[in-house]
T-cell receptor, first 111, second 113 residues
Framework: GEDVEQSLFLSVREGDSSVINCTYTDSSSTYLYWYKQEPGAGLQLLTYIFSNMDMKQDQRLTVLLNKKDKHLSLRIADTQTGDSAIYFCAESKGQGGKLIFGQGTELSVKP | ETGVTQSPTHLIKTRGQQVTLRCSSQSGHNTVSWYQQALGQGPQFIFQYYREEENGRGNFPPRFSGLQFPNYSSELNVNALELDDSALYLC????????????FGPGTRLTVL
């Protein structure tokens, strides 16, 4: 199947770390992405990881990839109220550019 | 550098009508993809255009069609609108650099009454 699954909600306190999890089904996926969507807006690319990597760090963001378990996570360090949004993971198989998205995780950051 | 732009921002149509949505790709990008995002869901792939040809298609009926122009801008056309077509339509462009990385526009909110 072509399912990408995410938990729907996550609530954290400002200054804490947030960890958003995602599982995907296709081991042939080439790239995996994290996007952020604020209310009424389009999707903002946060970061991506190639399937032969285990980890990628970009400032406050850390992506971990466990290919054996088909599990992807996004850690946001020192979470701020401006990080409140919906976060989508997506996989690409490199076939005609199709990205398969999860349902999104709504991150709520409380002051 | 100009990002992906879409027009119009919002649109209201009635069932059975036709609609055209427009997208200008980011400078230097030659590939455009369209997605439909229903409320509370993740985006669903409609199709992709590269070199003015459809390069891949998702599970959408033929009444969803598109065009890409020589300047890489694109249109999404939907005929015989149905109530379930109400959604946010997102356009994304990519540089075709082997990463499939897609950069999204702000979307067009279509409401079908």
């Amino acid at each position: 199947g072509e399912d990408v699954e995410q938990s729907l909600f996550l609530s954290v306190r400002e200054g804490d770390s947030s960890v958003i999890n995602c599982t995907y089904t296709d081991s042939s996926s080439t790239y995996l992405y994290w996007y952020k969507q604020e209310p009424g807006a389009g999707l903002q690319l946060l970061t991506y990881i190639f399937s032969n990597m285990d980890m990628k760090q970009d400032q406050r963001l850390t992506v971990l990839l466990n290919k054996k378990d088909k599990h992807l996570s996004l850690r946001i360090a020192d979470t701020q109220t401006g990080d409140s949004a919906i976060y989508f993971c997506a996989e690409s198989k490199g076939q005609g550019g199709k990205l398969i998205f999860g349902q999104g995780t709504e991150l709520s950051v409380k002051p | 550098e100009t990002g992906v732009t879409q027009s119009p921002t919002h649109l209201i149509k009635t069932r059975g009508q036709q609609v055209t949505l427009r997208c200008s790709s980011q400078s230097g990008h030659n590939t455009v993809s369209w997605y439909q995002q229903a409320l509370g869901q993740g985006p669903q792939f409609i199709f992709q255009y590269y070199r003015e040809e459809e390069n891949g298609r998702g599970n959408f009926p033929p009444r969803f069609s598109g065009l890409q122009f020589p300047n890489y801008s694109s249109e999404l056309n939907v005929n015989a609108l149905e109530l379930d077509d109400s959604a946010l339509y997102l356009c994304a462009s990519s540089p075709r650099d082997g990463t499939d990385t897609q950069y999204f526009g702000p979307g067009t909110r279509l409401t079908v009454l």
